[in-house]
């Protein structure tokens, strides 16, 4: 009974001790599969906000300079110079119409200065023989724009105009046209990004949601197309839907506020940060798109990018090995220790017993 008590005493301890080890190694296993998931979520994060950002920035800067080419053009300066001229104005035309076919979104505007006449024509080429569409007027709001970047741009500038359909946006590209650095002229074309804000809006990829905001948060482009809809058709800015509205808490909205801070102030290019939206936790990369005043979040799910379940084959790797090192240590001790044990208590007995003539089993 003592020696089988031994047994089971050995081998609970070993059992106990295996056991420990096994649970502390799990217990590391996991927190640096957890550490090796969020690092691997964090890169995947930022080059999706900076993929974002290129495919929203790469058309918008493609246009900018062909418009710039169009403005520098030495025909568009003769037009803005003498607008009344039929040669300068069939020459103007021409050249309009040329960079039209080459535009992305096929259509351009032209204001010559002197007389404040709108000329524009669309890829439909709707317009052809009736360009001038009307004269610009300081006392309509709707035409303040062209006074401002008139006032205050001296080379171009970026207009962004919202449409009321879900997820749609164009971005109007204002150029200068000078002569010897006076302003003489505006030209431009508009940007049609409303293909990748639907795709933004209908993305069902689980790892990781695209939202655009602009500098008050106020929502852009967001996955769920009701918000979206929402805010197309509430005409009253104050009133739409803010990505701060879905954030977890007081904490998450001000850390936000401070991260939209930093990116519109040009103190950092690239932040990343955790948020709470909709009741779920996401690791955030934003980025701030300067050209049109916006910014693109990454919101991603660590546990869909790479979760534990890659893990899982080398866990049960770890636990049939600790299986097998009890096992193999438990034969080894009841071979080597356990039954040697057994043998000499049993001849120790019968010596106890006056039978001297029992040879010990003892070999070493």
């Known amino acids: ?104 979104d096929h259509s351009y505007f032209f204001i010559p200065a002197a007389s404040r006449h709108y000329y524009f024509n669309d890829a439909a080429d709707g317009f052809r023989g009736q360009e001038l569409r009307y004269t610009l007027d300081p006392a309509d709001p709707a035409n303040a724009w062209y006074f401002q970047t008139m006032a205050t741009v001296d080379d171009f500038a970026l207009h962004v105009d919202s449409s009321e359909q879900l997820g749609l946006l164009k971005v109007w590209i204002n150029v200068l046209v000078k002569d010897q650095g006076r302003k003489i002229g505006l030209v431009g074309t508009g940007v049609d990004l409303s293909a990748f804000m639907r795709e933004t809006a209908r993305s069902g990829d689980r790892a990781v949601s695209t939202v655009l905001v602009d500098r008050k948060g106020y929502l852009q482009a967001y996955p769920n197309p009701g918000y979206m809809d929402y805010n197309a058709r509430m005409k009253d800015e104050a009133r739409r839907m803010t990505l701060f509205q879905l954030l977890g808490g007081e904490r998450d909205r001000a850390l936000l506020r401070e991260r939209i801070a930093r990116l519109s102030s040009g103190q950092s290019a690239l932040e990343v940060f955790p948020l709470v939206v909709e009741g779920r936790s996401y690791l955030v990369a934003a980025t701030f798109m300067g050209e049109i005043s916006w910014v693109n979040l990454a919101l991603v799910d660590p546990s869909q990018v790479m979760g534990l379940r890659p893990f899982l084959p080398i866990l049960g790797f770890m636990l049939l090995s600790l299986v097998l090192i009890i096992g193999l240590v438990s034969l080894l001790l009841n071979r080597m220790v356990l039954q040697p044990l057994e043998r000499l208590t049993v001849s120790s007995q019968k010596i106890a017993e006056g039978q001297y003539g029992i040879e010990l089993p003892v070999h070493r």
């Open 1 to 104: 009974m003592r020696l089988s008590s031994l047994r089971g005493r050995s081998a609970l301890v070993l059992l106990l001790i295996n056991l420990v080890v096994g649970a502390l190694t799990v217990a590391g296993f996991l927190v640096t599969a957890r550490g090796i998931s969020q690092a691997f979520a964090r890169r995947f994060a930022e080059k999706h906000a900076l993929l974002d950002k290129s495919r929203i920035l790469a058309p918008i800067q493609r246009e900018v300079a062909l418009a710039r080419k169009l403005a520098d053009s030495q025909v568009m300066r003769s037009w803005c110079r003498a607008e009344r001229d039929p040669a300068a104005r069939a020459m103007g035309l021409a050249e309009l119409e040329s960079f039209r076919r080459a535009f992305s």
